[in-house]
């Protein structure tokens, strides 16, 4: 399977605790977006890669959150001191540059957190 | 801000007949408009997308109308089928100096086609 993929599929976790996200985009893709989603949603932007380079970030990215990508491969998304209001569908997605004629983005299947 | 809406959370179509599902943007400088679907349990997935200087794309049971004065969009489907429940997000993308920049979604459309 080439798609993108995330891990861990779900994570429930206490109030207070860090939990990380990884995300393995489509190997030749060079941007990289994560986006979350809640109940009743659409997905809700948070920030994107252009290989290693943190293009955007929006300002539903709060302090606590961080988003890497070293190497431009795959990439993480950490949460510290996490709080109830963070539990949500946290999604990557990848695209390759040249292929953005349309815009189109590939999603993984999402990481659910659960904040407890 | 809600650039991309979409004003009907769910709708129900018989099988066979037409599913309409609509958006509205608000934002004048959208390049590409596109439509995805999403399963549960599932990452959306691409349907098909429109330019903002086109005003029809078809893609088999699948067409996009896209009408720029009124700021509004369209996802025709017919017929439609039981596997085309789920739910359609309308998204747009703006592009600059740098290429295409995020996508924009709208909450969403939870579409029921009833056998």
């Known amino acids: 399977d080439t798609g993108v993929s995330q891990d861990p599929r779900h994570k429930i976790t206490k109030r207070g605790q860090n939990v990380t996200f990884r995300c393995d985009p489509i190997?030749?893709?060079?941007?990289l977006y994560w986006y979350r989603q809640t109940l009743g949603q659409g997905p809700e932007f948070l920030t994107y890669f252009q290989n290693e380079a943190q293009l955007e970030k929006s300002r539903l990215l709060s302090d606590r959150f961080s988003a890497e990508r070293p190497k431009g491969s795959f990439s993480t998304l950490e949460i510290q001191r996490t709080e109830q209001g963070d539990s949500a569908m946290y999604l990557c997605?990848?695209?390759?540059?040249?292929?953005?004629?349309?815009?189109?983005?590939?999603f993984g299947e999402g990481s659910r957190l659960t904040v407890l | 801000d809600q650039q991309v809406k979409q004003n009907s959370p769910s709708l129900s179509v018989q099988e066979g007949r037409i599913s309409i599902l609509n958006c509205d943007y608000t934002?004048?400088?959208?390049?590409?408009f596109l439509w995805y679907k999403k399963y549960p349990a599932e990452g959306p997935t691409f349907l098909i997308s429109?330019?903002?200087?086109?005003d029809k794309n078809e893609d088999g049971r699948f067409t996009v109308f896209l009408n720029k004065s009124a700021k509004h969009l369209s996802l025709h489907i017919v017929p439609s089928q039981p596997g085309d429940s789920a739910v359609y997000f309308c998204?747009?993308?703006?592009?600059?100096?740098?290429?295409?920049?995020?996508?924009?979604f709208g909450i969403g459309t939870k579409l029921q086609v009833i056998p």
């Open positions: 429109i330019s903002s200087i086109k």
């Open positions: 997605a990848s695209s390759l540059l040249a292929h953005t004629g349309t815009g189109e983005l590939f």
């Open positions: 934002n004048s400088m959208f390049d590409y």
């Open positions: 998204a747009a993308i703006r592009r600059n100096s740098g290429g295409y920049q995020k996508v924009t």
């Open positions: 190997s030749e893709h060079n941007r």
